[in-house]
Nanobody
């Protein structure tokens, strides 16, 4: 069983920045992919950013140029640097890892953006 613990969420003004962290209870070096998703109230969960085992990254169009996903395999941690935050970025952000043929999820961390 893999456990993921997100942190770094909070309240920020529009235009501000936050860095989310997701610490895994196991090595992430063999993970096929790690990703950040988000879910706003009454909306479906959406993919925000992905980092593959190769290190390549992909982003939702809505966050390109503002968000950056990265990882530190020595710390078994994946990050999401969020800059120029907008009110519409407000959501619960979830960490996901695809490992050993399964998907694992964190409990989520709330990001609130005030106008």
């Amino acid at each position: 069983q893999v456990q993921l613990a997100e942190s770094g969420g909070g309240l920020v003004q529009a235009g501000g920045s936050l860095r989310l962290s997701c610490a895994a209870s196991t090595s992430i070096s063999s993970a096929l992919a790690m990703a950040w998703y988000r879910q706003a109230p009454e909306k479906q969960r959406e993919l925000v950013a992905t980092i593959l085992r190769s290190g390549s990254t992909n982003y939702a169009d809505s966050v390109k140029g503002r968000f950056t996903i990265s990882r530190d395999t020595a710390k078994n941690t994946v990050y999401l640097q969020m800059n120029s935050l907008k009110v519409e970025d407000q959501a619960v952000y979830y960490c996901n890892i695809h490992l050993w043929g399964r998907d694992y999820w964190g409990q989520g961390t709330q990001v609130t953006v005030s106008s």
